[in-house]
């Protein structure tokens, strides 16, 4: 079955520093690779809709500056949280589309002390 | 996309059938209903998806009213393993940049 990796499983960082995370997708193309944030006992949130090749497309009160995503290939999509703060502190998830079906990544534990 | 409505946590016995509902009674005539589970603090993983008609796989069988405006996945013969939470998802199926928005789902606890 189509597999979604992530990269890193989980990081601690300082506060003000920046952290990325790739999302690959295995063994499919994924023109179209979703970020979401799941803070705990909550939902996931799509933060952004990312296509290859293209500008993201990110969602209401999501802070494209602050989260910048870059799609460079049809098999990987970076998210990087810029200057993080202890309310950055949550899972997130990217998921890979193979234009039927979402497969989603195990997900990264990001906390900022 | 309709929203759906599930109940927020359900047990059931280890070997037994698990039944969740899921309410998507404005659900529009090309949305699909979809339904994922997440372990634990890992990510969502894809269960089954429908239209109108039943569907099973190899994971569980979903059942959709006549008037799909309602729906039930079941789990035949739970195990331990399928403690997680259920996403019962309404969207349209076509196209890359389908959104899935999430609903908190139903916590399925699995009992010994």
């Known amino acids: ?42 939902s996931l949130m799509l933060m952004a809709t990312s296509n290859e090749g293209s500008k993201a497309t990110y969602e209401q009160g999501v802070e494209k500056d602050k989260f910048l995503i870059n799609h460079a290939s049809l098999t990987l999509s970076t998210l990087t949280v810029t200057s993080a703060h202890p309310e950055d502190s949550s899972f997130y998830i990217c998921s890979a589309s193979t234009g039927r079906e979402q497969y989603f990544g195990p997900g990264t534990r990001l906390t900022v002390t | ?47 089954i998806h429908g239209l109108k008609n039943n569907e099973t796989n190899e994971m569980a069988s ?34 890359n940049n389908r959104k899935l928005i999430w609903g908190l789902g139903t916590s399925l606890a699995v009992n010994p």
């Open chain 2, 62 to 95: 979903l059942i959709i009213t006549e008037d799909r405006k309602s729906s039930t996945l079941i789990l035949p013969h739970a195990t331990l393993r399928d403690t997680a939470v259920y996403y019962c998802i309404v969207s349209r199926g076509a196209g």
């Open chain 1, 1 to 42: 079955g189509a597999v979604v990796s992530q990269h890193p499983s989980w990081v601690i960082c300082k506060s003000g520093t920046s952290v990325k995370i790739e999302c690959r997708s295995l063994d499919f193309q994924a023109t179209t690779m979703f970020w979401y944030r799941q803070f705990p006992k909550q």
């Open chain 2, 1 to 47: 996309d309709a929203k759906t409505t599930q109940p927020p946590s359900m047990d059931c016995a280890e070997g037994r059938a698990a039944n969740l509902p899921c309410n998507h009674s404005t659900i529009s005539g090309n949305e699909y209903v979809y339904w994922y589970r997440q372990i634990h603090s890992q990510g969502p993983q894809y269960i």
